[in-house]
């Protein structure tokens, strides 16, 4: 899948390094939960990014450097969940506005719903998710949850 400024594509063993550095970071991991040790990274590479289907998809820029990842996988029966995880350094160029508008024309070919869920005080998911015409649908377990009606369908 490819934005006009980004690609996602599957996880592949040699993205561990970038993956590892990307997930030890305070700053990015602040409302996500504890920063991973390498150990870590190499289990979430193992059960989330190279698992069949993957639950999330590494983001490369027009470099082809690794900047990030998406979660885009079923969240229910009706509904997949999406979001994204960016390095410090991509923050505030667009980039997660962007995932979000090609995950949505996607995932139209996929499921009804779309996710997006969040921690009430992380106010840039929360913007994202309302520029994109997702709605907040209620607090389960700490989080926001808001959810987007593909196809017509609620």
Same mark, same amino acid.
């Given at each position: 899948m490819h934005t006009a400024r980004l690609r996602i594509r599957r996880f592949q063993a040699d993205d561990l390094d970038a993956l590892s550095d990307l997930l030890s970071d305070k700053e990015v991991m602040k409302y996500l939960e504890a920063p991973y040790t390498r150990e870590a990274a190499i289990a979430f590479l193992r059960r989330c990014g190279m698992a069949d289907p993957p639950q999330v998809y590494a983001v490369e820029d027009c470099?082809?450097?690794?900047?990030?990842?998406?979660?885009?996988? *079923?969240?229910? +029966? @009706?509904?997949?969940? =999406?979001?994204?995880?960016l390095r410090k350094s991509q923050w505030h160029k667009g980039y997660a506005s962007e995932l979000t508008e090609a995950l949505i024309k996607d995932a139209r070919n996929r499921t009804d719903h779309l996710?997006?869920?969040?921690? *009430?005080?992380? +106010? @840039?998911?929360?913007? =994202?998710?309302?520029?994109?015409?997702?709605?907040?649908?209620?607090?389960?377990?700490?989080?926001?949850?808001?959810?987007?009606c593909l196809n017509g369908k609620s």
């Open positions: 470099r082809q450097a690794f900047i990030g990842y998406v979660i885009y996988h *079923p969240y229910d +029966t @009706a509904s997949y969940e =999406i979001g994204w995880v996710i997006i869920e969040c921690l *009430p005080s992380q +106010t @840039a998911t929360k913007k =994202i998710a309302e520029k994109h015409h997702f709605s907040f649908v209620e607090n389960r377990d700490g989080l926001d949850v808001y959810m987007l």
